[in-house]
């Protein structure tokens, strides 16, 4: 790319949309608005979603549920990730470093994928599928608070 061949944005040059100057112009008299009405009005407002007098839509369709304000969101890393990495301690620190997990995600270990040398591994939860694989490889799954 050079100053050559930079070119400016699409409909950048276009002017803007000057009403109510003239019948010449196609938009005199009453500027685009049409003949009386409530939107051909000054100072007329509509709420958001407002159809006319109809049963807007944010009101025709049904609500369900809830959202559970203490959920927690857990970081998820699998085993055969944890294999890759090359270490026998792995702590959220070590996961961290390797960017496997943000800042400051909880951490929960699923067992996709295969696991043969002995790990320590430290997270917030683990599935059953990954303690036993860690543990069947001779290594211990802890349980951080």
Known sequence: MNLSTIRAPKRANENKKRVGRGLGSGMGKTSTRGHKGQRSRSGSRMMRGFEGGQMPLHRRLPKRGFTNIFREEYAVVNVGALAELGETTI???????????????RIKVLGDGELKAALTVQAHKFSKSAQEKIIQAGGKAEVLA
């Open 91 to 105: 702590t959220p620190e070590v996961l961290r470093k390797n960017r496997l997990v943000k800042k400051t995600q």
